[in-house]
């Protein structure tokens, strides 16, 4: 037996029509951010594994407005984000002829590469509440959906008695409510926990590269005593 959508569809209430072009904005809503989010993970891990490789020399060398220059190359990468901060910083207070205090130069190049590792994790975790959403709800409009539909199975029964044909478009239009409702979920689920894992690794990159530079900046201070 072949579902007829359109049948469905022209037979449904507005109520349940309702339901149904909600559940289509969720679906294509939450696929909207699956792929931009997918887009952005995958720019953001390509940059940084290029800006590691530009800069090992390059902070050796202690050119440090050389450095902050690579990383405005690579915009996308939290990485870059971080040790940027780190180097504007560092440099400001190197040049500062005011401040030949090691440690607090040290830790505000620390602070600020924190503060920027805070805004970046929100910055990846933007639209991740819309997947979380949209998972946690579309069942229950799924659901919401599949109640209308049985009412007017019930109501289809009422009007035309017991037979099969009085309550097929109600019993048709609660189903597709309940598959479409796990139908769109599903895969925001998914793509959710995924994703958060994939933020939680960048987090961690990012903390292990603060700590990494924090340590280089220390012993830049110590070794060239801030002399520009």
């Known amino acids: 037996m072949e579902l007829n959508f359109a049948k469905v569809w022209?037979?449904?209430?507005?109520?349940?029509?309702?339901?149904?072009?909600?559940?289509g904005i969720m679906s294509i809503y939450s696929l909207w951010v699956i792929v931009e989010r997918f887009i952005v993970y995958t720019q953001a891990k390509n940059q940084s594994l290029k800006l590691i490789g530009s800069l090992s020399n390059i902070l050796t060398r202690s050119a440090y407005q050389e450095a902050?220059?690579?990383?405005?190359k690579y915009k996308n990468s939290h990485l870059a984000k971080v040790i940027a901060a780190g180097l504007l910083e560092f440099e400001a207070g190197r040049r500062d002829k005011r401040n030949h205090n090691s440690d607090t130069i040290v830790e505000a190049a620390r602070q600020g590469?924190?503060?920027?590792?805070?805004?970046?994790?929100?910055?990846?975790?933007e639209n991740l509440g819309v997947l979380a959403t949209i998972g946690a709800t579309a069942p229950f409009v799924g659901l919401f959906g599949t109640v209308i539909g049985i009412i007017g199975a019930f109501e289809g029964m009422a009007k035309h008695g017991g037979g099969i044909a009085s309550v097929s478009a109600g019993i048709a239009e609660a189903l597709i409510a309940t598959a479409g409702g796990l139908g769109v979920a599903i895969p925001a689920v998914w793509a959710y926990n995924y994703y958060q894992n994939r933020?939680?690794?960048?987090?961690?990159?990012?903390?292990n590269s603060g700590s990494e530079m924090s340590i280089y900046f220390m012993k830049e201070a110590e070794s060239n005593e801030f002399k520009s």
Not at 10 to 23: D, L, N, T
Not at 113 to 125: S, Y
Not at 199 to 207: N, P
């Open 199 to 207: 933020v939680d690794r960048f987090t961690v990159e990012m903390s």
């Open 10 to 23: 022209a037979e449904s209430s507005m109520v349940g029509k309702g339901v149904f072009v909600m559940m």
């Open 113 to 125: 590469m924190d503060r920027t590792a805070m805004i970046t994790v929100a910055e990846l975790k």
């Open 68 to 72: 902050i220059d690579i990383t405005k």
